[in-house]
């Protein structure tokens, strides 16, 4: 098991490869469609200081306001990552991001992406989003709230041994790609067509 501390060096993206173990500390940044979309098109400089060197994590998180006014998540579940294929590949580019947290891997213009950037995907385990939750330690703060709703908005967190696994890697290689790939051979195979 490796373990990780945001803010992460290119260097040591660089250093992981598909299959590794990993366990996440320090801040992250959750944003899906919505962020994305704002991060290519209007490139706004308030996530910056939270994504140089840092994690997105594609999850629309479930909520708890408290009476003080401060947050805590109750479900954290990652959320399906092809959706931002249009945009990850910039969006790392743009803010230095070292690592995408998700489900479901992306395709070949991220998978680029996180060769030129030096990145990786890290894969998280989806339906556990109440234990995943018990991760994340601390909400920081939270932009964009009220214009986007909870599902979209960028929530700055603390997470504690976060639980990921390296699925694609800054060397290009992909694990998504490759169960795909005999998948595709296996169905041919039962299909006749082999």
């Known amino acids: 098991m490796i373990k990780l ?12 490869k598909v299959g590794d173990e990993v366990l996440l500390t320090g801040t992250i940044v959750t944003a899906r469609d919505a962020a994305h979309k704002l991060m290519v098109e209007e490139k706004p400089d308030f996530p910056r200081p939270y994504m140089k060197d840092g994690v997105i994590y594609h999850c629309g998180p479930v909520v708890k ?19 931002e294929e ?27 992406g996180l060769q030129k950037v030096g990145a990786v995907y890290l ?14 330690t601390k909400v ?15 929530w700055v967190i603390q997470v504690e041994d976060f639980p990921c696994v390296v699925t694609m890697d800054s060397h290009g290689n992909s694990l ?6 005999k998948s595709d051979e296996v169905a041919k195979e039962l299909m006749g067509l082999k």
């Open 5 to 16: 501390t945001t803010p992460i060096s290119e260097e040591t993206a660089r250093s992981l």
């Open 65 to 83: 306001k408290h009476e003080d006014g401060s947050y805590s998540f109750v479900a954290a579940g990652p959320t399906t990552s092809t959706r």
């Open 86 to 112: 249009p945009y990850q590949a910039a969006v790392c580019e743009e803010y230095s991001v070292r690592a995408v947290i998700g489900k479901g891997g992306m395709g070949p213009k991220t998978l680029e």
């Open 123 to 136: 894969h998280a385990v989806g339906g556990a989003g109440t234990l995943i939750a018990k991760r994340c």
């Open 140 to 154: 920081e703060t939270v932009f964009k709230l009220e214009e986007f709703g909870t599902p979209e908005a960028f």
């Open 176 to 181: 998504h790609k490759e169960i795909a790939a």
